[in-house]
């Protein structure tokens, strides 16, 4: 059985975003997905709780620093355009 890919949704508590890591932590044999976002209380609201979730500004290099440590993550980027990061 192949590896699950790692991936980091940004915009995860966004309408698109928070599908796409819904229907990625559907297939956990396919996906570890996380989500990065910028409200605990809106990925509370959605998701349940906070588990899976990295917190901060997409427009603060830093914060997106601690979020793509986890080896062979690919982020992404749901605000704007798309973007794969290996
Ligand atoms: N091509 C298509 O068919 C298609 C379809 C739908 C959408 N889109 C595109 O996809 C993108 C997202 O659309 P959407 O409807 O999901 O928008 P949305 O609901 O407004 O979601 C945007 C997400 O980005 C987050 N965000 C904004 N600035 C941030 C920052 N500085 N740091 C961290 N997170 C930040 C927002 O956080 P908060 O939750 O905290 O506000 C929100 O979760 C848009 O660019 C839209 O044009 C394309």
Redesign the pocket.
């Known amino acids: 059985m192949a590896t699950p890919l790692k991936v980091l949704v940004?915009?995860?508590?966004?309408?698109?975003?928070s599908l796409v890591l819904q229907k990625l932590q559907a297939l956990p044999e396919k996906f570890i997905a996380k989500g990065?976002?910028?409200?605990p209380e809106?990925a509370t609201e959605i998701f349940g709780n906070t588990d899976n979730f990295y917190f901060g500004?997409?427009?603060n290099p830093t914060d997106l620093e601690v979020a793509i440590t986890l080896p062979a993550m690919t982020i992404y980027q749901?605000?704007?355009k798309w973007l794969e990061v290996a």
């Not at 940004?10 to 698109?16: D, L, M, Q, V, Y």
């Not at 990065?36 to 409200?39: D, H, L, N, V, W």
């Open positions: 940004t915009g995860a508590t966004g309408r698109t975003g990065f976002g910028r409200s809106k500004s997409i427009l749901v605000k704007g």
